[in-house]
């Protein structure tokens, strides 16, 4: 997979683009004084890591819920699957994969069809990505009620209709077939055996895809709780407005997250959004009369939460891909040593 090789260096640059924005940002907002104010934030800090396993296990219910019951794993493992997905996506420096290829992988793992774990990671990013349009679209209207920006109100209804209709072509696409079209694409270009075996499953995952979408009741309820996960994951921001002594209510935090969300969205080729959210959050906190050393620090506290929730996540991962690994490599093992053994008895035979 040559393509997959280039993709290093454009990754590099790209990551390199976002941590000199990352460092333009904190040396103009002040440093010592962000870092002051994640210092003061004390507590708080804990706090927050704790609360955001509420919304991930919203994010866990909801996916859920999309699997068929005769395929569908125990929730507590989705949620252990979800975990480390997020961790991967989070803090791993690979912005074209990202983590919903690898808990699709880690799906299966754990005993769920390959074609079901795929073709439910696929309709839960389709939900997702129209749940954070609709998300994005109420914080700005927020914010345009907040601000009196009526100049706002162009973009926003320009950005939505785009949004919805990026989300609306990738569900059609899903209709007419894309693995199968995947398939013949890989079928020609790659010589790789696990590559065509894959591409030998597209339709299948293409058949269950088309199953998934017509449980139209679980498809609903998915869009609800993932509403209702981003609308608590503001609460979180809530949380560290107060521990920073920033006195807001709750709707400039459900504007900070929703507009934050949307940004990082759009700038999602950022290897973990560096300098993306960080700007994000100073021009939404800007508008929305944060000081710029509060919005800044609010976006680092969010960071201190992904590692410390990230780096056990990555473990995890790393223990259950070794496990994998081991499982699958014993028996060759065993019979090697049982050859090797063998071979070491004729050969001492007069």
């Given at each position: 997979m040559k393509a997959i090789g280039?993709?290093?260096p454009a990754?590099?640059?790209?990551?390199?683009?976002?941590?000199s924005l990352f460092t333009v940002l904190l040396v103009r907002q002040g440093a010592a004084d962000v870092v002051r104010a994640v210092a003061a934030a004390g507590w708080w800090l804990a706090v927050i890591t704790a609360f955001h396993l509420l919304p991930l296990f919203l994010d866990s219910l909801e996916w859920w819920m999309l699997f068929p019951k005769q395929d569908r794993l125990q929730l507590r493992t989705v949620y252990r699957v979800r975990w480390m997905g997020e961790s991967i996506a989070n803090l791993v420096p690979a912005?074209?994969?990202g983590g919903d290829i690898i808990r699709a992988r880690l799906a299966a793992l754990f005993g769920a069809p390959v074609s079901v774990a795929i073709a439910t990671v696929v309709v839960d990013m389709t939900v997702s990505v129209f749940i954070q349009s609709l998300f994005t679209l109420l914080g700005l209207s927020l914010l345009i009620l907040a601000t009196g920006r009526t100049n706002l109100i162009v973009p926003a209804l320009v950005g939505a209709p785009?949004?919805?209709g990026a989300v609306a072509g990738f569900y059609l696409v899903q209709r007419l077939g894309m693995f199968r079209l995947f398939g013949v694409i890989v079928s020609r270009f790659v010589d790789d055996p696990r590559w065509r075996s894959l591409a030998g499953k597209g339709g299948e995952i293409d058949q269950t895809l088309r199953k998934v979408y017509s449980r139209g009741r679980s498809v609903a309820a998915c869009c609800?709780?993932?509403m209702l996960s981003f609308v608590i994951g503001s609460i979180e921001v809530w949380i560290?407005?107060?521990a920073l002594g920033v006195p807001a209510g709750f709707d400039k935090a459900v504007i900070l997250e929703s507009v934050g969300q949307g940004v990082q969205s759009a700038l999602c080729f950022i290897p973990g959004a560096l300098g993306v959210r960080e700007g994000g959050y100073l021009v939404v906190g800007g508008l929305s009369g944060i000081p710029g050393e509060a919005a800044f620090a609010l976006a680092l506290i969010r960071r201190v939460r992904e590692l410390a929730?990230?780096?056990p996540g990555l473990v995890a991962w790393q223990w259950v891909e070794g496990g994998h690994f081991w499982r699958r490599h014993?028996?060759?093992r065993r019979l090697a040593e049982a050859e090797s053994s063998g071979q070491t008895k004729f050969g001492s035979n007069p």
């Open positions: 280039k993709a290093g990754l590099y640059l790209l990551f390199l683009a976002g941590a912005a074209l994969v785009l949004a919805i609800f709780i993932t560290g407005l107060y929730i990230g780096i014993e028996p060759r």
